[in-house]
C-alpha cells in the first residue's frame, strides 16, 4: 500500500504564503499522478492541483495563480506553494497519488488519500 504523509498547514494572515508539503511510501512502483485536493466545512471535497510525472499540471480555477504545484520524483514527494491566500483558502488540504503498488506476482494501480493538514487563513 501506500502512505501519503502531508505536513504544512498553518494559520496565516490573509495575503501571506504557505508550503505545503507530501511524502509518498509503502511499495510503489510509479507514480502516475500527485495532487493537492481541500474541503472546507459543510463543503465537498475538490480539486486544488495535479501534476503529472511527466510535468503537466491542472490547476482549479479558484487558485488564479496564487498556488504553484512542484513534484520531486526521486523522493516521491509533492509540494504546493501558496501565495496572496484568502479566508476562503481555509480548508483540510488533502494529498492525492494515484500509484502503482507492488503485490509481488500483482501490480495493482490505486488511488490514495494522505489523512489531511489544516490551512487557516485568518487575521
Known amino acids: 500500500q501506500v502512505r501519503l504523509m502531508e505536513s504544512g498547514g498553518d494559520l496565516v494572515r490573509p495575503g501571506g504564503s504557505l508550503r505545503l508539503s507530501c511524502s509518498a511510501s509503502g511499495s510503489i512502483v510509479s507514480i502516475n499522478t500527485m495532487g493537492w485536493y481541500r474541503q472546507a466545512p459543510e463543503k465537498q471535497r475538490e480539486l486544488v492541483a495535479t501534476i503529472h510525472s511527466g510535468g503537466y499540471t491542472r490547476y482549479a480555477d479558484f487558485v488564479e495563480g496564487r498556488f504553484t504545484i512542484s513534484r520531486d520524483g526521486a523522493k516521491n514527494s509533492v509540494y504546493l506553494q501558496m501565495i496572496s491566500v484568502k479566508p476562503e483558502d481555509t480548508a483540510v488540504y488533502y494529498c492525492?497519488?494515484?500509484?502503482?503498488?507492488?503485490?509481488?506476482?500483482?501490480?495493482?494501480?490505486?488511488?490514495?488519500w494522505g489523512q489531511g493538514t489544516q490551512v487557516t487563513v485568518s487575521s
Open positions: 492525492y497519488a494515484h500509484a502503482t503498488i507492488d503485490l509481488g506476482s500483482r501490480h495493482p494501480t490505486n488511488e490514495y
